[in-house]
């Protein structure tokens, strides 16, 4: 008979998470970037098993983030593998702690793409722009899969959206807010920018709001936009369709290789209900600016 595999503990999520740490680290000529944002998956089962505790997990483990970076910089510990050829000579540039903390989110994968007692770990780095050649700035996503049997991963490189200009300096007013359940509880979403995403996210995909659910919400789901004169449009990005109280909106379309682009954009009243493939359903609500 089959030995079941062993569920992943805390101190053996924290191993894999330091070597994601160290694998995703970005040298600039002073200082050295790491990847501020962890999405960790574990098999729904054994999420379950700590479900309990999963905020005071997240808070140890930003915490250790910020202690292995101190040990890393006072060289009070020896490296090896990919950080030594970054630490062992004399002029590389310390590892910077991210000025706004760790984001470290511990969830079930409801993909059906880890086995019990695997981990996946995305972890994420904003890049900015390439000096030499313009472009986009960018996010780099480590993604990668831990058992017994060793760790795979992927890396990509994903483009960030680009951010609203301000002349008085970023306009952080309320635009919205998106009310839900889903299978982590209730939440209330303040809409603090003129676009937005939404969707299940956590596998190269950025989204604004991730909520948890069935694999009917597409990673990103719809989108949401508002103009300059304050009215909101809506476009569904999703492979099983979006609705307006009611309405089915344009349906996202796929393109060449089978690629999904979202549909046309919709006109949004408020207040109304978003509905999200018969799966999940947002409550929007538009706040008025002075």
Known sequence: MAQAAKAPTGVS????????????????????LPPAIFYVYLHPHDFDRIEGIVPRLAAELQQALSDEVRKINQGREKST?????????????????????????????????LQPGQLGID?????????????????????AVVSDGGRSSTTIEV????????????????????????EQGHHQFSMCKDTLSVGRGGSAVWVDIQVF????????????????????????ASSWGTSVDGVAIPRAVRGDAGVLRPGAEHGLASPCRIDLAGALTMHFDAKPQP
């Open 13 to 32: 999520i924290w191993n894999a998470m330091r070597e994601e740490l160290l694998v995703n680290l970005y040298p600039l000529p002073y200082t050295t």
């Open 81 to 113: 593998g990919v950080l030594s050829r970054l630490i062992a000579r004399a002029e590389a540039p310390p590892i910077e702690v991210p000025p706004s903390g760790w984001d470290v989110y511990i969830t079930a994968d409801r993909n059906g793409a």
């Open 123 to 143: 972890s994420m780095l904003p890049l900015p722009p390439p000096l030499e050649f313009g472009g986009p700035a960018t996010t780099r996503i480590v993604k």
């Open 159 to 182: 483009p960030q959206p680009p951010p609203a200009v301000a002349i008085n300096g970023p306009d952080l007013r309320e635009r919205a807010t998106l009310t839900y359940d889903d």
């Open 213 to 236: 659910a069935t694999p009917k919400v597409s990673r990103e789901h719809f989108r949401l936009r508002r103009d300059p004169s304050g009215r909101f449009f809506i476009q569904d």
